[in-house]
């Protein structure tokens, strides 16, 4: 999905997950969020396509996922290089073997849930806001002292500046009952993907 540049949003709906983890078990969990690969910023014209989830959408995203990451690494890093058509095909196959119309679809569907997902706080499994969790995770990294100081602070520095780009207000409120109803599932497969 590389190809695809997603919103700084989805970005910091990762990192705010593998952040969270840095917090509750220290340095070494942070070493691995740091190792994750970073998504770039998409070009201004490219805005994320706010729309209303389905349970069917969440349900084949949490299908597809597995094959979709296999994938992953066959992926250009740069959005200006074009993909193998093999690999864009198989991607195509994959989104449409699990009710997509399109991989692009399978993509703006992605966007939308990690939208969501990045105002959870990992800790009460509750939609707080993207800002808030941000706040959070400022403030459990600014009390860990087993965190080392160079880290420490890249990590705040990372953060503070997503802090001063807000994310999109959220348009279809529902979509934050379903993303809660899939919660566990929705975060482990993004903690799994940036594991990889």
Same mark, same amino acid.
């Given at each position: 999905m590389?190809d =695809?540049?997603?919103p700084a949003?989805?970005? $910091?709906? =990762?990192?705010?997950?593998?952040? &969270?983890?840095a917090?509750?078990?220290?340095g070494?969990?942070f070493?691995?969020?740091?190792?994750?690969?970073?998504?770039?910023?998409?070009?201004?014209? /490219?805005?994320?396509k706010?729309?209303?989830l389905?349970?069917? !959408?969440?349900?084949?995203? $949490?299908a597809a !996922?597995?094959d979709?990451s296999a994938?992953?690494?066959?992926?250009p890093? &740069?959005?200006?290089?074009?993909p193998?058509p093999?690999v864009t095909?198989?991607?195509e196959?994959?989104?449409?073997?699990?009710?997509?119309a399109?991989?692009?679809?399978?993509?703006n569907?992605?966007?939308n849930i990690?939208l969501?997902?990045?105002g959870f706080?990992?800790a009460t499994k509750k939609?707080v806001?993207?800002?808030?969790?941000?706040?959070q995770?400022?403030?459990a990294?600014?009390?860990?002292n087993k965190?080392?100081?160079?880290d420490k602070?890249?990590?705040?520095?990372?953060?503070?500046? /997503? $802090?001063?780009?807000?994310?999109?207000? =959220?348009?279809?409120?529902?979509?934050i009952?379903?993303?809660?109803?899939y919660?566990d599932k929705?975060a482990?497969?993004? &903690?799994?993907?940036s594991?990889?």
């Amino acid at each position: 999905m590389r190809d =695809i540049a997603r919103p700084a949003v989805a970005a $910091l709906a =990762i990192v705010g997950l593998a952040l &969270s983890a840095a917090a509750l078990s220290g340095g070494h969990a942070f070493a691995q969020a740091q190792q994750a690969p970073a998504q770039a910023a998409p070009p201004a014209d /490219a805005a994320m396509k706010q729309m209303a989830l389905t349970d069917k !959408q969440i349900q084949g995203v $949490l299908a597809a !996922q597995k094959d979709m990451s296999a994938l992953d690494d066959k992926l250009p890093d &740069s959005p200006n290089v074009k993909p193998d058509p093999k690999v864009t095909a198989q991607l195509e196959a994959i989104a449409k073997k699990n009710g997509f119309a399109s991989y692009a679809e399978y993509n703006n569907v992605m966007d939308n849930i990690s939208l969501v997902l990045g105002g959870f706080d990992p800790a009460t499994k509750k939609y707080v806001g993207a800002e808030t969790v941000l706040k959070q995770q400022i403030a459990a990294v600014q009390a860990d002292n087993k965190m080392p100081t160079k880290d420490k602070k890249q990590a705040l520095d990372e953060m503070n500046a /997503a $802090l001063k780009t807000p994310a999109p207000v =959220i348009e279809n409120k529902g979509n934050i009952d379903l993303v809660a109803k899939y919660y566990d599932k929705l975060a482990d497969m993004l &903690s799994d993907d940036s594991d990889d």
